[in-house]
């Protein structure tokens, strides 16, 4: 058995320009919104049609799984659907108001999409970008600075919220926040970042999609695995199923132990070219994810 988390803390350089992860990062503090973060609660979820309307947000894992979330969507539940995800981004990019840096531009900053597509969901897809990388973090690395880390991560977490339930209005969407998968280099990390994401749920009509859990060994949840037993789906679909002589399939490459595109990363972020069955089993789970509640929302 190869160690790629060895491979992954050599090639951490090359990775930074494709998402993010423990080590680093730049950023410009975004002022506070003008709205409360507490004022998504008091704003009535509007019904949602049997074909909702989702928006897709976040980071490289985002950007390579658009496509194939954005398939499992239309085909599964019939789904109007626009993606806008960036390289390297976290919660504060996403933020109106920003400072100059952002890596997302304002076209594209979470509240003025839900303003101008009135998405029933929004689903928000954060790494947690712990490197000096995202200019918006202004600096703040997990790896420096645990603490600080997670209350500007946390305070970015209920700005965004606000922003997005202020936008919608009488037509407040739902925001899917995607549970991560495990982080060989800090899995105690991502295991903070997924409680952070669950917490802000518990206090909003929001919720979460356990993506993570999906590419994560069974009785396992914070493991990281290169390989795991075939599913049955992947089984019946050959082309997910990457070593069927011994049942298992691939989820990351060798000489990329957080990216999930079994296709070499490129200078140029890119949705994935070649079928990832990590890929597939993350964009599944969203999927079931928006289908379990969308027939159960009503006014409220």
Not at 55 to 67: C, I, K, P, R, T
Not at 125 to 150: H, K, L, S, V
Not at 175 to 189: A, H, S
């Amino acid at each position: 058995m190869r160690k790629p988390w060895i491979v992954g803390v050599l090639l951490a350089g090359v990775l930074l320009g494709a998402c993010t992860d423990p080590a680093s990062g730049p950023e410009v503090t975004p002022p506070t919104p003008s709205v409360p973060s507490s004022t998504h609660r008091q704003v009535p979820v509007a019904p949602v049609n049997s074909a909702p309307a989702v928006l897709y947000l976040g980071d490289s894992l985002a950007v390579e799984s658009q496509n194939v979330l954005g398939r499992e969507l239309r085909n599964t539940l019939d789904a109007t659907y626009t993606s806008a995800p960036y390289s390297g981004t976290t919660p504060c990019d996403y933020l109106e108001g920003a400072k100059a840096g952002s890596l997302v531009p304002d076209a594209d900053k979470a509240a003025t999409l839900v303003r101008s597509l009135h998405p029933d969901y929004v689903v928000l897809q954060f790494w947690g970008n712990a490197w000096a990388y995202t200019p918006c973090m202004d600096g703040i690395t997990y790896a420096a600075d645990r603490e600080t880390y997670f209350a500007r991560y946390r305070a970015d977490v209920r700005k965004l919220t606000a922003q997005i339930a202020a936008a919608g209005g009488a037509q407040r969407p739902t925001i899917v926040w995607v549970l991560q998968g495990p982080d060989p280099i800090t899995p105690e990390r991502v295991q903070a970042v997924n409680a952070l994401y669950k917490a802000q749920t518990r206090s909003t009509r929001d919720t979460v999609a356990d993506a993570g859990k999906a590419v994560s060994p069974a009785g396992a949840r914070y493991t990281w695995a290169q390989y795991l037993p075939c599913t049955a789906y992947e089984r019946a679909h050959p082309d997910y199923c990457t070593q069927p002589g011994n049942g298992r399939t691939t989820l990351h490459r060798d000489d990329d132990y957080l990216h999930f595109c079994l296709a070499p990363t490129t200078s140029t972020p890119r949705p994935c070219p070649v079928r990832s069955p990590g890929i597939l089993r993350m964009a599944r789970e969203i999927t079931r994810a928006i289908g379990a509640r969308a027939p159960s929302r009503s006014a409220g």
